[in-house]
């Protein structure tokens, strides 16, 4: 069974800072990986999405990296911004029933 | 397209009351999933359609719950008879199969059971 599990489960910095989050899975034979944003009382939005075959994918100050082999992700956020204050939530697709199994999320904080 | 709408966005009910939750997923989608949340256990994927087939229902919790698609733009998840217990953000999420796109969530029903 695939497992995902996020550190830090919380985080604080101060604006400007460059920070990573990272995220692990037990079960390397995954489809791809995608990361997602969730501002409290809200669904969940996309951010950027990895195919097995890639090693990173960039979206403006956002970088993520992918370690299949090694079970392992990361997303790098430059000079971080109050508005980027939210739970940042990994999630892999893996399995014969192709499921999207997430991880319990970053509650990330970033000080004005 | 509008996303993946949900409604309602807030259900209160007394314990022992059907519940019904609904899910219009993006136009051409078809995979979709429906997600439960909570802060003691996170997101949970409680089961998972593809072309309006239930792949994998593992994830129902007990009897009381069951879900249903009936067509490509249209999906239920029913709660009989509800719980406290079933207090919870459930999401439903849509998709291309394959792994080939981004899964786009619904902005999820705020259920509470009292």
């Known amino acids: 069974k695939q497992e995902v599990t996020q550190i830090p489960a919380a985080l604080s910095v101060p604006e400007g800072e460059n920070l990573v989050l990272n995220c692990s899975f037990t079960?390397?034979?995954?489809?791809?990986l995608q990361w997602f944003r969730q501002d409290p009382g809200k669904g969940l939005t996309s951010l950027l999405l990895i195919q097995s075959s890639q090693r990173e994918q960039t979206s403006g100050r956002l970088n993520a990296s992918l370690d299949k082999s090694s079970g392992r992700s990361t997303l790098y956020i430059a000079a971080s911004q109050p508005g980027d204050s939210a739970t940042y939530l990994c999630a892999v697709l893996s399995g014969s029933a192709r499921q999207l199994t997430f991880g319990s999320g970053t509650q990330l904080t970033v000080l004005p | 397209d509008a996303g993946v709408i949900q409604s309602p966005r807030h259900e209160v009910t007394e314990m022992g009351q059907e519940v019904t939750l609904r899910c219009k997923p993006i136009s051409g989608h078809n995979s979709l999933f429906w997600y439960r949340q909570t802060m003691m256990r996170g997101l949970e994927l409680l089961i998972y359609f593809n072309n309006n087939v239930p792949i994998d229902d593992s994830g129902m919790p007990e009897d009381r719950f069951s879900a249903k698609m009936p067509n490509a733009s249209f999906s239920t998840l029913k709660i009989q008879p509800s719980e406290p217990r079933d207090s919870a953000v459930y999401f439903c999420?849509?998709?291309?199969?394959?792994?080939?796109?981004?899964?786009?969530f619904g902005q999820g029903t705020r259920l509470t059971v009292v």
């Open positions: 079960d390397s034979a995954i489809y791809n």
């Open positions: 999420a849509s998709s291309f199969p394959g792994g080939r796109t981004e899964a786009f």
